[in-house]
């Protein structure tokens, strides 16, 4: 587990930064330690930068004060003494999940984005590392139907604590039954569906007692 990303890059006496942003797209200020709004004029306070360890390769380190959740990292090739908006050139964007509780960085799939309810985007079917079916002590079976009331097998289903779907606790695929298991604590939970083709509508509220 690890807070540290790589960028594959020569070197040339480059200097490589990032920035990170949220998901309604303000960015994270390293020195009030907060996400705001952007401003060419303060971009030196966005600058998160990276070392270069040989072999064309630089390291950053994600920030440890930013709260759990999903983001975009943007990476900068600096193109003088100091950081500027309209002098450094964008080399690329990658999206992660931040797991704050075990400061782990984790990679998510960016090949396809759904939109929720709510407007916000996110990642389809976010990490591979919260596959998990959960640590609570209350078995919980949700099932996964069809328009005509048929069982969908393939479904991706995760849940989250919180109506926005970035506290994740737990996720699972459902079988051919449509069904799939989660063992969760006693309470109030978002579940989110996902398979190519359909649209569901998310989050769906469910109670467990």
């Not at 270069?52 to 003088?80: C, H, N, W």
């Not at 737990?170 to 996902?194: D, K």
Request: glycine share 8%; proline share 3%.
């Amino acid at each position: 587990m690890t807070n540290k990303f790589h960028i594959p890059y020569y070197e040339i006496s480059n200097t490589i930064y990032v920035t990170i942003r949220n998901d309604v797209g303000n960015v994270w200020n390293t020195s009030t330690k907060a996400f705001v709004v952007f401003s060419d004029l303060s971009i030196a306070n966005y600058v998160v930068n990276s070392m270069y360890k040989e072999g064309s390769l630089y390291v950053a380190e994600f920030p440890l004060d930013i709260p759990r959740g999903y983001y975009t990292i943007m990476i900068f090739l600096q193109g003088g003494v100091s950081p500027v908006v309209a002098d450094d050139i964008w080399l690329g964007t990658m999206s992660s999940y931040w797991d704050k509780d075990n400061a782990n960085l984790l990679g998510t799939r960016v090949d396809s984005l759904i939109e929720y309810n709510t407007g916000e985007r996110f990642s389809e079917k976010a990490l591979e590392a919260v596959e998990t079916t959960g640590t609570g002590n209350t078995k919980k079976t949700y099932t996964v139907k069809d328009g005509d009331g048929n069982p969908m097998d393939g479904v991706d289903v995760w849940v989250t604590t919180d109506l926005t779907g970035t506290s994740i606790v737990a996720s699972g695929v459902t079988n051919i039954q449509g069904s799939v298991e989660f063992w969760l604590n006693v309470g109030t939970y978002y579940m989110w569906s996902q398979k190519a083709g359909y649209n569901f509508t998310n989050p769906d509220v469910e109670v467990v007692s």
